[in-house]
């Protein structure tokens, strides 16, 4: 990211094992100066005497403060220190936070610490307006509430604005995420009649939250925010692709008439700005185009290629992805993505059901490198947006997680029935693949009766309930996850691991060793329990990879171990 002309600010990420064998990622921020290369520590130091190392880097609060060039706010997590007789020692402790010098690291305390602070939100003139505390027990577990303090513009008072529960489905009240200091008015999403839309709040009096941008289909879910002052420029939501409506209206035009004149008519969006909004950063994309990076000048109307976002696919053909819907087996609707592989044959196809992850996701229209690598492939491919999926509002939610997983499964495995059905897919060489919560489905959909896949990919999976929540303890997160995972016959009936009896199709599965989402000791478990049932199963690890195996060696060696699998195992 860029701090000013010369200095990029840069994150180092790393992740370590604990005595106890969990994983601790630790995050710390340091300054680049392009020119000469130097590097400044922008993370503020831990003493020696200090109680615990803190796990966080502070993060950009606001780039661009009045007054006071070179420099920006961030965020800094205070430890207390053992006092030892000294006066010295520091004894605060929370979230504050510092103006820092870009180019000496240098820093300024301008908000003192908060235990119970979780974020800080500056205007667009680079101060600090809201602050966000959390609820937490005396164990310091987060209790789902949140309450939103402000400042007056011409105070420097904190005042309450707002408070929001969190249920583990969706929340009540305003949850505001930016500031316009122009108008005075905080924007931010607030759930109404079972949706959640943006609305914005006055800040000089008082006042109540009016609409923005509400529907009453799906979930207004994103503000679109453009330059280094994260200016709100419009909101966005997705039905079968993701719509942007801007309230600055040259904006809309001009993304308009980008979109009319690129060829393909991709999405267009605005990814970046210089400071005085003359030239912008776009991107345009599709589901058969990766995307290209454009810089625009409004200086001359010029649009110039700056790099292709995957460049090793220029040039490729791809497959077209289309949003369908089918019907469940209780005739609920279900939305989805089908994307058909390119040439003369449309039927009896193999295919791949691709349930996405979170569970607290969606699929979206748009490039998926797995959709169009088996689409290459010549499958056709289902991404089913089940019950539990976001973005449709609370009612479709809240057939959310772990507690409803026999609807999701069965939606999941309806997508693969409805393949057969339409005469898309081969009923015989029908595979299901997923990652996190999918790769969680993927297996659990060999549980339950009915399944129709002849072969199981699972990437990162969940495979037993119980040692999910168990991971949870001790960590802020435990209540939350003992809440949304729950307790009862559903637990073991919704492990994978307890029912490997139940399996039918042989499976592979991966995993990263440093993955901090989804412990890797959940995919040993069940390749151990279906070895042990000698049940055909194949695991393959990623030393010192992450969730999401962002490497492209190993997604290299996952995708040509997954295409031998499915050809062995849907192959004549």
């Known amino acids: 990211m860029w701090a000013t002309d010369q200095n990029l600010v840069c994150y180092l990420y790393s992740i370590v094992e ?9 995050e710390r921020a340091i300054g680049v100066n392009i020119e000469s290369g130097e590097a400044t520590k922008l ?14 880097g502070g993060s950009i609060v606001a780039f661009d403060v009045e007054t006071e060039p070179d420099k920006i706010a961030m965020t800094r997590a205070w430890v207390e220190e053992w006092t030892n007789n000294t006066r010295l020692a520091n004894t605060k402790s929370g979230l504050g936070v510092d103006l820092v010098d870009v180019n000496t690291g240098k820093r300024d ?50 005042e309450r604005l707002s408070t929001a529960v969190f249920d583990g ?18 924007y931010g999403f607030m759930d109404q009649d079972g949706f959640t839309g943006v609305y914005s709040l006055g800040l000089s009096a008082d006042s109540s939250p009016k609409p923005v941008k509400v529907r009453d289909d799906v979930d207004v879910d994103s503000l679109v925010r453009i330059g280094r002052q994260r200016r709100v420029v419009g909101v966005s939501y997705a039905t079968e692709k993701r719509r942007v409506e801007f309230f600055d209206d040259n904006l809309a035009n001009l993304t308009g008439q980008l979109q009319n004149a690129l060829p393909g008519n991709p999405a267009v969006g605005v990814a970046g700005a210089s400071a005085d909004e003359q030239k912008l950063l776009i991107i345009a994309s599709s589901d058969v185009d990766p995307g ?31 949003p369908v819907t089918f019907p469940a087996r209780d005739g609920t609707e279900i939305p989805g993505y089908l994307t058909l592989p390119n040439g003369p ?45 976001s973005g449709y509002g609370r009612a479709w939610f809240g057939r959310n997680g772990f507690k409803s997983w026999n609807t999701a499964v069965n939606d999941i495995n309806d997508a693969g029935n409805w393949l057969v059905s339409e005469g898309i897919a081969d009923g015989s060489k029908m595979a299901i693949v997923g990652w996190s919560y999918g790769g969680y489905a993927a297996l659990q959909s060999q549980v339950v009766s009915g399944n129709p896949y002849g072969a199981v ?51 592979l599965m991966f995993h990263g060793t440093s993955d901090q989402n989804v412990e890797v000791r959940q995919s040993r478990h069940m390749a151990d329990r279906l070895k042990d049932a000698g049940k055909p199963v194949d695991y393959v690890e990623y030393e010192d990879l992450a969730h999401n195996l962002s490497d492209s060696a190993a997604r290299a060696d996952m995708l040509q171990r997954i295409g031998v699998f499915l050809d062995q195992n849907l192959g004549d």
């Open 43 to 56: 993370t503020a130091e831990t003493s020696s005497r200090a109680l615990y190392t803190s796990q966080r």
């Open 345 to 389: 044959a449309k039927s009896n196809l193999p295919a791949i059901v691709l349930p996405h992850g979170g569970p607290s996701s969606r699929d979206e229209w748009g490039f998926d490198w797995l959709v169009q690598f088996f689409a290459a492939r010549g499958y056709a491919v289902l991404q089913p947006n089940y019950r539990g999926s």
């Open 109 to 158: 305390t301008i908000e003192q610490p908060d235990e119970s602070a979780v974020a800080y939100i500056a205007d667009d003139k680079g101060r600090i307006r809201l602050k966000v505390l959390v609820a937490t027990d005396n164990r310091g577990r987060s209790l789902g509430r949140r309450v939103y303090l402000y400042r007056p513009a011409d105070s420097d008072d904190w």
């Open 457 to 507: 990919v699972a990437i990162a999976p969940v495979t037993d309930l119980e040692k999910l929540k168990n991971d949870s303890l001790g960590f802020t997160n435990e209540r939350i996850m003992r809440e949304f995972i729950g307790a009862g016959p559903h637990i073991k009936e919704g492990s994978p691991a307890q029912n490997v009896d139940r399996f039918t199709s042989p499976v």
């Open 18 to 26: 604990d005595s106890s064998g969990r994983l601790l990622g630790f």
């Open 292 to 322: 290209m990076v454009y810089l625009f000048d409004k200086n001359g109307s010029k649009l110039q290629e700056l790099l292709p976002l995957r460049n090793a696919l220029s040039g490729q053909d791809m497959a077209e992805m289309k």
């Open 169 to 186: 489905v969706g929340s009540q009240g305003f949850r505001p995420v930016a500031i316009d200091s122009g108008k005075d008015v905080a």
